[in-house]
Protein backbone atom coordinates (compact mmCIF):
# COMPACT_ATOMS: atom_id res chain seq x y z
CA UNK A 1 0.00 0.00 0.00
CA UNK A 2 1.06 3.51 -0.75
CA UNK A 3 0.83 6.52 1.29
CA UNK A 4 -2.29 9.13 0.22
CA UNK A 5 -1.38 11.99 -2.53
CA UNK A 6 -2.03 15.36 -1.07
CA UNK A 7 -3.92 17.86 -3.66
CA UNK A 8 -6.27 20.10 -3.19
CA UNK A 9 -10.06 21.08 -5.11
CA UNK A 10 -9.53 23.95 -7.05
CA UNK A 11 -12.82 25.47 -5.69
CA UNK A 12 -10.76 26.54 -3.21
CA UNK A 13 -9.19 29.16 -5.10
CA UNK A 14 -12.60 30.10 -7.10
CA UNK A 15 -12.18 33.35 -6.85
CA UNK A 16 -8.92 33.21 -9.14
CA UNK A 17 -9.23 30.55 -11.59
CA UNK A 18 -12.39 32.44 -12.78
CA UNK A 19 -10.01 34.87 -14.19
CA UNK A 20 -6.41 32.84 -14.06
CA UNK A 21 -7.18 28.47 -14.20
CA UNK A 22 -3.90 28.03 -15.74
CA UNK A 23 -1.34 30.62 -13.62
CA UNK A 24 -3.65 29.48 -10.56
CA UNK A 25 -2.49 25.76 -11.09
CA UNK A 26 1.40 26.55 -11.86
CA UNK A 27 1.18 28.93 -8.16
CA UNK A 28 -0.93 25.69 -6.44
CA UNK A 29 2.35 23.12 -7.75
CA UNK A 30 4.78 25.93 -6.47
CA UNK A 31 3.03 25.75 -2.92
CA UNK A 32 4.07 21.93 -3.09
CA UNK A 33 0.63 19.83 -3.56
CA UNK A 34 0.96 17.21 -5.79
CA UNK A 35 -2.55 16.65 -7.20
CA UNK A 36 -5.67 18.78 -7.65
CA UNK A 37 -9.30 18.24 -8.18
CA UNK A 38 -11.42 20.54 -10.55
CA UNK A 39 -14.66 22.27 -9.85
CA UNK A 40 -14.89 24.08 -13.74
CA UNK A 41 -12.74 24.92 -16.51
CA UNK A 42 -13.44 28.21 -17.26
CA UNK A 43 -13.43 27.67 -21.38
CA UNK A 44 -9.89 26.11 -21.70
CA UNK A 45 -9.39 23.24 -23.58
CA UNK A 46 -8.73 19.74 -22.23
CA UNK A 47 -5.25 20.10 -24.65
CA UNK A 48 -4.78 23.57 -22.63
CA UNK A 49 -5.33 21.91 -19.33
CA UNK A 50 -3.19 18.77 -19.62
CA UNK A 51 0.01 20.99 -20.38
CA UNK A 52 -0.21 22.65 -17.93
CA UNK A 53 -0.78 19.88 -15.23
CA UNK A 54 2.05 17.91 -17.18
CA UNK A 55 4.40 20.68 -17.18
CA UNK A 56 3.93 21.44 -13.59
CA UNK A 57 4.29 17.72 -12.71
CA UNK A 58 0.60 18.04 -11.12
CA UNK A 59 -1.98 14.81 -11.38
CA UNK A 60 -5.60 15.38 -11.97
CA UNK A 61 -7.26 12.43 -10.54
CA UNK A 62 -10.82 13.83 -10.32
CA UNK A 63 -13.18 16.81 -11.41
CA UNK A 64 -16.78 18.15 -9.63
CA UNK A 65 -19.00 18.10 -12.28
CA UNK A 66 -22.86 19.10 -11.23
CA UNK A 67 -25.85 17.32 -12.83
CA UNK A 68 -28.08 19.51 -14.51
CA UNK A 69 -31.44 18.77 -11.43
CA UNK A 70 -33.31 21.55 -13.14
CA UNK A 71 -33.91 20.12 -16.53
CA UNK A 72 -33.77 16.42 -16.04
CA UNK A 73 -34.63 15.83 -19.87
CA UNK A 74 -31.07 17.35 -20.16
CA UNK A 75 -29.44 15.98 -17.45
CA UNK A 76 -27.44 12.50 -20.01
CA UNK A 77 -26.95 14.89 -22.64
CA UNK A 78 -25.02 17.85 -20.70
CA UNK A 79 -23.13 15.07 -18.53
CA UNK A 80 -21.96 13.18 -22.06
CA UNK A 81 -20.44 16.41 -22.95
CA UNK A 82 -18.43 16.53 -19.63
CA UNK A 83 -17.04 12.46 -19.89
CA UNK A 84 -15.90 13.65 -23.45
CA UNK A 85 -14.15 16.76 -21.71
CA UNK A 86 -13.04 14.34 -18.98
CA UNK A 87 -11.21 11.51 -21.39
CA UNK A 88 -9.31 14.09 -23.43
CA UNK A 89 -7.83 15.76 -20.20
CA UNK A 90 -7.18 12.45 -18.94
CA UNK A 91 -9.59 12.08 -15.85
CA UNK A 92 -9.53 9.24 -13.85
CA UNK A 93 -13.34 9.86 -11.77
CA UNK A 94 -16.20 12.06 -12.26
CA UNK A 95 -17.71 13.33 -9.15
CA UNK A 96 -21.37 14.94 -8.39
CA UNK A 97 -21.05 17.75 -5.85
CA UNK A 98 -24.31 17.86 -4.63
CA UNK A 99 -27.94 17.40 -4.58
CA UNK A 100 -30.56 19.82 -3.74
CA UNK A 101 -32.60 18.59 -0.71
CA UNK A 102 -35.03 20.07 1.34
CA UNK A 103 -34.89 21.02 4.33
CA UNK A 104 -36.80 17.46 5.62
CA UNK A 105 -36.09 15.49 3.18
CA UNK A 106 -39.18 12.76 2.26
CA UNK A 107 -38.99 9.59 0.13
CA UNK A 108 -39.88 10.82 -3.33
CA UNK A 109 -37.20 13.61 -2.73
CA UNK A 110 -34.82 10.55 -1.90
CA UNK A 111 -35.65 8.18 -4.70
CA UNK A 112 -35.40 11.58 -7.42
CA UNK A 113 -31.84 11.56 -5.85
CA UNK A 114 -30.86 8.01 -6.14
CA UNK A 115 -32.40 8.03 -9.94
CA UNK A 116 -30.30 10.23 -11.23
CA UNK A 117 -27.04 9.54 -9.03
CA UNK A 118 -27.85 5.75 -11.25
CA UNK A 119 -28.43 7.34 -14.32
CA UNK A 120 -25.22 9.36 -13.88
CA UNK A 121 -23.34 6.27 -12.28
CA UNK A 122 -23.95 4.26 -15.63
CA UNK A 123 -23.28 7.11 -18.35
CA UNK A 124 -19.68 7.83 -16.65
CA UNK A 125 -18.70 4.03 -15.85
CA UNK A 126 -19.76 2.88 -19.67
CA UNK A 127 -17.06 5.68 -20.97
CA UNK A 128 -15.06 4.01 -18.97
CA UNK A 129 -14.45 6.44 -16.10
CA UNK A 130 -15.33 6.26 -12.40
CA UNK A 131 -18.02 7.36 -10.67
CA UNK A 132 -18.43 9.26 -7.16
CA UNK A 133 -20.98 11.22 -5.06
CA UNK A 134 -19.62 14.17 -2.91
CA UNK A 135 -21.31 14.73 0.40
CA UNK A 136 -22.28 17.72 2.82
CA UNK A 137 -24.05 17.67 5.87
CA UNK A 138 -27.45 17.35 4.57
CA UNK A 139 -27.09 13.74 3.33
CA UNK A 140 -26.60 12.49 6.63
CA UNK A 141 -30.25 13.40 7.55
CA UNK A 142 -32.73 10.24 7.65
CA UNK A 143 -35.09 9.19 5.52
CA UNK A 144 -37.09 6.34 6.54
CA UNK A 145 -34.29 5.52 9.17
CA UNK A 146 -31.46 5.37 7.07
CA UNK A 147 -29.13 8.40 6.03
CA UNK A 148 -29.85 9.19 3.01
CA UNK A 149 -25.91 8.74 2.31
CA UNK A 150 -25.71 5.04 3.15
CA UNK A 151 -29.26 4.56 1.58
CA UNK A 152 -27.29 5.62 -1.72
CA UNK A 153 -24.31 3.37 -1.14
CA UNK A 154 -27.19 0.69 -0.53
CA UNK A 155 -28.65 1.14 -3.92
CA UNK A 156 -26.17 1.74 -5.93
CA UNK A 157 -23.27 -1.00 -6.10
CA UNK A 158 -19.40 -0.36 -5.56
CA UNK A 159 -18.57 -1.04 -9.08
CA UNK A 160 -21.12 2.23 -10.20
CA UNK A 161 -20.32 4.24 -7.48
CA UNK A 162 -17.50 5.10 -5.08
CA UNK A 163 -17.87 7.44 -1.84
CA UNK A 164 -15.60 11.05 -1.94
CA UNK A 165 -16.09 11.74 1.74
CA UNK A 166 -16.20 15.27 2.55
CA UNK A 167 -15.09 14.32 6.47
CA UNK A 168 -15.74 18.02 7.76
CA UNK A 169 -19.21 17.69 6.62
CA UNK A 170 -19.45 13.99 8.03
CA UNK A 171 -18.49 15.57 11.36
CA UNK A 172 -20.62 18.79 10.79
CA UNK A 173 -23.65 16.13 9.88
CA UNK A 174 -22.96 14.17 13.28
CA UNK A 175 -21.21 11.76 12.27
CA UNK A 176 -17.15 10.54 13.03
CA UNK A 177 -15.43 10.28 10.07
CA UNK A 178 -13.27 7.63 10.96
CA UNK A 179 -16.41 5.35 11.25
CA UNK A 180 -17.70 6.34 7.17
CA UNK A 181 -13.98 5.54 6.05
CA UNK A 182 -14.25 1.90 7.90
CA UNK A 183 -17.41 1.35 7.11
CA UNK A 184 -16.91 1.77 3.63
CA UNK A 185 -13.19 0.36 3.48
CA UNK A 186 -12.32 -0.19 -0.35
CA UNK A 187 -14.85 2.39 -1.79
CA UNK A 188 -13.45 5.66 -0.92
CA UNK A 189 -10.55 6.70 -3.20
CA UNK A 190 -10.64 10.21 -2.93
CA UNK A 191 -11.03 11.21 0.96
CA UNK A 192 -11.90 15.30 1.07
CA UNK A 193 -10.42 17.12 4.07
CA UNK A 194 -11.89 19.91 5.50
CA UNK A 195 -11.69 21.35 8.61
CA UNK A 196 -14.65 23.43 10.46
CA UNK A 197 -14.09 25.86 13.77
CA UNK A 198 -16.91 27.27 15.07
CA UNK A 199 -20.25 25.81 13.79
CA UNK A 200 -20.35 25.82 10.13
CA UNK A 201 -16.99 28.33 9.53
CA UNK A 202 -14.46 26.31 7.79
CA UNK A 203 -10.51 26.58 8.20
CA UNK A 204 -7.67 25.52 7.75
CA UNK A 205 -6.83 21.84 8.19
CA UNK A 206 -5.74 21.29 11.66
CA UNK A 207 -6.86 24.51 13.10
CA UNK A 208 -10.48 23.04 13.25
CA UNK A 209 -12.24 20.30 15.34
CA UNK A 210 -12.47 17.28 12.91
CA UNK A 211 -10.20 14.12 13.90
CA UNK A 212 -8.61 13.55 10.70
CA UNK A 213 -5.62 11.95 12.48
CA UNK A 214 -7.92 9.11 13.32
CA UNK A 215 -8.48 8.61 9.48
CA UNK A 216 -4.93 9.32 9.09
CA UNK A 217 -3.90 6.01 11.36
CA UNK A 218 -6.46 3.98 8.24
CA UNK A 219 -5.85 5.80 5.55
CA UNK A 220 -3.46 3.44 3.76
CA UNK A 221 -5.74 0.44 4.44
CA UNK A 222 -8.94 1.21 3.68
CA UNK A 223 -7.63 2.44 0.64
CA UNK A 224 -7.56 6.05 -0.26
CA UNK A 225 -5.59 7.18 -2.84
CA UNK A 226 -6.27 10.65 -2.96
CA UNK A 227 -6.74 13.37 0.50
CA UNK A 228 -8.35 16.68 -1.49
CA UNK A 229 -7.80 19.40 0.63
CA UNK A 230 -10.79 21.96 0.46
CA UNK A 231 -11.66 25.59 2.27
CA UNK A 232 -14.10 28.23 1.07
CA UNK A 233 -13.54 31.04 4.25
CA UNK A 234 -10.22 32.68 4.53
CA UNK A 235 -8.72 35.01 7.16
CA UNK A 236 -6.03 36.08 4.80
CA UNK A 237 -5.33 34.57 1.29
CA UNK A 238 -6.76 31.24 -0.53
CA UNK A 239 -2.96 30.37 -1.32
CA UNK A 240 -1.86 31.20 2.02
CA UNK A 241 -4.32 29.33 3.54
CA UNK A 242 -3.66 26.22 1.24
CA UNK A 243 0.42 26.72 2.45
CA UNK A 244 -0.85 26.36 5.91
CA UNK A 245 -2.84 23.14 5.26
CA UNK A 246 -0.15 21.20 3.40
CA UNK A 247 2.09 21.90 6.73
CA UNK A 248 0.09 19.73 8.46
CA UNK A 249 0.58 17.23 6.35
CA UNK A 250 4.22 17.66 6.57
CA UNK A 251 4.28 17.61 9.97
CA UNK A 252 3.05 13.98 9.39
CA UNK A 253 5.34 13.06 7.05
CA UNK A 254 2.90 12.68 3.96
CA UNK A 255 4.70 15.36 2.00
Known amino acids: MAKPIIGIQMYTFRDLTKDDLLG???????????????AGFFGHSAKEVRKVLDDNGLRAPSAHIGLNHAEPDKLESDLQQQIEYAQELGLEYIVT????????????????????????SKLVTAAGL???????DFEFKKV?????????????????LIAE????????????????INRYKGRV?????????????????GAGSVDFDSVLKVAEESGINYIIVEQEQFKSSPLES??????????????
Do not use: C
Open 24 to 38: TLKQVAEIGYEAVEF
Open 97 to 120: PWWPFPDVPAEQDLERFISAIDTA
Open 130 to 136: KYGYHNH
Open 144 to 160: GGETIMDALLARIPAER
Open 165 to 180: FDLGWVHVGGAKPVDY
Open 189 to 205: PLAHFKDFGEGRSDTEI
Open 242 to 255: ARISLEFFKSRSLV
